[in-house]
């Protein structure tokens, strides 16, 4: 294309002609992506993992376009040899693209094919918008549609991303199993609508939490699982129209080569092309996790009340003065934090089920928002874990003496003295020391149910903290 300036080339579409920049690796029609979506503070620049996941598909469909004999090998090697300098970490500025689009993605896809042509006529020794030689339309997008290229590098960029999250979830587990053991001996009362329940050990609730992290581990991975199955080959609507025969079937089997994932070409290519339910699942997975962060989140901090007139059970790391108008305050600043970033993730679920839901006919237009939700959840949860890991978990401190009076001076330990006097008897007792002010141990003795040496063997909080042989 002609140079109308040395800072900028003209580069013309459909709608006519475009300045470029010059030294710009993109195009026309991503100059015009930059020019109408403005809306997000998100670029895909800003998520390394699906700009390399696109390049990975696109050196996939150079490959399979090759093997067909759709593609001459030289401009595919070239552009290969582009893709790989974008999954080795270079030219991410050139792309630019707002997540938030309209086109289904349209733009994304052809920010990925200008860059590619672009770097494949540097390769081959041409000037940057030479297309003739290797065009994004005609060369790198041969078999392709923006309704398969598109969603499969959002499912490869999603299983990439995922590695990192499960990662730090791992890592997060792990700090909360230390905490477990550190604090295995620590007697504190356990509460049930935040009444008192029965007693436990700090130990025990923290190796809860664990546990209970544990478990999303797996069902994000069953999740995750869903994403294998791409659609490349579908090109628009699922009918494979433009794709070379077999290019569906060599394409799927380069990119799990290349990538180290077991891709799978799904079974019904025109139901798969608008399908978005592995997105509605991973998304869902990732809003179970969230809502149990966010109740972790919530002990931690109701367990921290205090210091004088709350549980005061716990003491967190203090990380910021807590008042602009109270001397000596200092909040749950990093809990707090937590909890906002799952009410982010939990409303972004929701925008994914209305978005998905919004697929209509052939194609579901709204793939973006759900990537950029999906792309945000992770994100924000990654970054949230690693934080409460390190700002928080990390240095949670126990008031054993505190935690073990307020158990002895409980009216729920009454509990264990059901076995031996009777459900009603031991409510009465309950009651009476709650009116009088006594202690269950002195009730119980006035109204001679039972011996000093039984009570001191029953109402010891150690013996409470699982099953055990009834006393004598």
Same mark, same amino acid.
């Given at each position: 294309?002609?140079?109308?300036?040395?800072?900028?080339?003209?580069?013309?579409?459909?709608?006519?002609?475009?300045?470029?920049?010059?030294?710009?690796?993109?195009?026309?029609?991503?100059?015009?992506?930059?020019?109408?979506?403005?809306?997000?503070?998100?670029?895909?620049?800003?998520?390394?993992?699906?700009?390399?996941?696109?390049?990975?598909?696109?050196?996939?469909?150079?490959?399979?376009?090759?093997?067909?004999?759709?593609?001459?090998?030289?401009?595919?090697?070239?552009?290969?040899?582009?893709?790989?300098?974008?999954?080795?970490?270079?030219?991410?500025?050139?792309?630019?693209?707002?997540?938030?689009?309209?086109?289904?993605?349209?733009?994304?896809?052809?920010?990925?094919?200008?860059?590619?042509?672009?770097?494949?006529?540097?390769?081959?020794?041409?000037?940057?918008?030479?297309?003739?030689?290797?065009?994004?339309?005609?060369?790198?997008?041969?078999?392709?549609?923006?309704?398969?290229?598109?969603?499969?590098?959002?499912?490869?960029?999603?299983?990439?991303?995922?590695?990192?999250?499960?990662?730090?979830?791992?890592?997060?587990?792990?700090?909360?199993?230390?905490?477990?053991?550190?604090?295995?001996?620590?007697?504190?009362?356990?509460?049930?609508?935040?009444?008192?329940?029965?007693?436990?050990?700090?130990?025990?609730?923290?190796?809860?939490?664990?546990?209970?992290?544990?478990?999303?581990?797996?069902?994000?991975?069953?999740?995750?699982?869903?994403?294998?199955?791409?659609?490349?080959?579908?090109?628009?609507?699922?009918?494979?129209?433009?794709?070379?025969?077999?290019?569906?079937?060599?394409?799927?089997?380069?990119?799990?080569?290349?990538?180290?994932?077991?891709?799978?070409?799904?079974?019904?290519?025109?139901?798969?092309?608008?399908?978005?339910?592995?997105? &509605?699942?991973?998304?869902?997975?990732?809003?179970?996790?969230?809502?149990?962060?966010?109740?972790?989140?919530?002990?931690?901090?109701?367990?921290?009340?205090?210091?004088?007139?709350?549980?005061?059970?716990?003491?967190?790391?203090?990380?910021?003065?807590?008042?602009?108008?109270?001397?000596?305050?200092?909040?749950?600043?990093?809990?707090?934090?937590?909890?906002?970033?799952?009410?982010?993730?939990?409303?972004?679920?929701?925008?994914?089920?209305?978005?998905?839901?919004?697929?209509?006919?052939?194609?579901?237009?709204?793939?973006?928002?759900?990537?950029?939700?999906?792309?945000?959840?992770?994100?924000?949860?990654?970054?949230?874990?690693?934080?409460?890991?390190?700002?928080?978990?990390?240095?949670?401190?126990?008031?054993?003496?505190?935690?073990?009076?307020?158990?002895?001076?409980?009216?729920?330990?009454?509990?264990?003295?059901?076995?031996?006097?009777?459900?009603?008897?031991?409510?009465?007792?309950?009651?009476?020391?709650?009116?009088?002010?006594?202690?269950?141990?002195? &009730?119980?003795?006035?109204?001679?149910?039972?011996?000093?040496?039984?009570?001191?063997?029953?109402?010891?909080?150690?013996?409470?903290?699982?099953?055990?042989?009834?006393?004598?």
């Amino acid at each position: 294309m002609a140079n109308d300036s040395k800072n900028f080339r003209v580069e013309s579409d459909l709608l006519g002609e475009l300045q470029v920049p010059a030294n710009a690796y993109y195009g026309v029609q991503t100059q015009r992506a930059i020019n109408n979506y403005q809306i997000s503070n998100s670029k895909m620049m800003d998520y390394p993992e699906f700009v390399i996941s696109i390049a990975y598909v696109k050196k996939a469909a150079a490959m399979a376009n090759a093997e067909v004999g759709e593609l001459d090998p030289k401009i595919a090697d070239a552009i290969c040899r582009a893709a790989d300098e974008i999954i080795a970490g270079k030219h991410w500025e050139n792309f630019p693209v707002d997540m938030m689009q309209g086109g289904a993605g349209t733009s994304v896809n052809m920010n990925a094919n200008e860059v590619l042509a672009n770097l494949a006529l540097d390769i081959m020794g041409y000037e940057r918008g030479d297309y003739q030689h290797c065009s994004p339309n005609d060369h790198v997008n041969c078999g392709q549609s923006t309704n398969d290229a598109y969603p499969t590098a959002i499912h490869y960029a999603v299983i990439r991303m995922n590695k990192s999250l499960v990662k730090s979830l791992e890592n997060l587990i792990a700090a909360i199993r230390v905490k477990a053991e550190e604090f295995k001996d620590a007697v504190k009362m356990g509460r049930t609508q935040l009444q008192d329940a029965v007693p436990m050990t700090s130990g025990q609730e923290f190796n809860a939490y664990a546990n209970t992290l544990q478990e999303e581990i797996e069902n994000i991975e069953r999740n995750v699982i869903l994403l294998n199955k791409i659609n490349m080959g579908a090109t628009a609507i699922g009918t494979g129209l433009n794709a070379a025969p077999g290019y569906d079937d060599i394409c799927t089997q380069r990119l799990s080569e290349l990538t180290g994932e077991k891709f799978e070409k799904a079974s019904d290519m025109i139901a798969a092309t608008p399908d978005t339910g592995a997105f &509605v699942s991973y998304s869902a997975a990732l809003k179970r996790l969230a809502v149990k962060l966010s109740k972790m989140c919530n002990d931690l901090r109701l367990m921290a009340s205090g210091p004088r007139c709350g549980l005061h059970e716990i003491n967190l790391p203090p990380m910021a003065p807590g008042s602009s108008i109270m001397p000596g305050k200092v909040n749950p600043v990093i809990p707090e934090l937590m909890n906002q970033v799952c009410f982010k993730v939990i409303g972004n679920d929701t925008t994914v089920c209305f978005a998905a839901e919004a697929g209509q006919l052939q194609l579901n237009v709204m793939e973006p928002v759900i990537t950029e939700c999906l792309f945000e959840s992770m994100t924000w949860l990654e970054k949230a874990m690693d934080t409460l890991r390190e700002k928080c978990i990390k240095g949670i401190t126990v008031n054993e003496k505190h935690n073990l009076d307020m158990v002895k001076n409980s009216i729920g330990i009454v509990t264990a003295l059901n076995p031996y006097i009777g459900y009603k008897n031991s409510t009465k007792i309950a009651k009476e020391a709650l009116e009088t002010g006594k202690s269950l141990e002195q &009730v119980a003795l006035e109204k001679k149910l039972l011996t000093k040496e039984q009570l001191d063997e029953m109402l010891d909080p150690k013996a409470m903290l699982e099953v055990h042989k009834k006393v004598n």
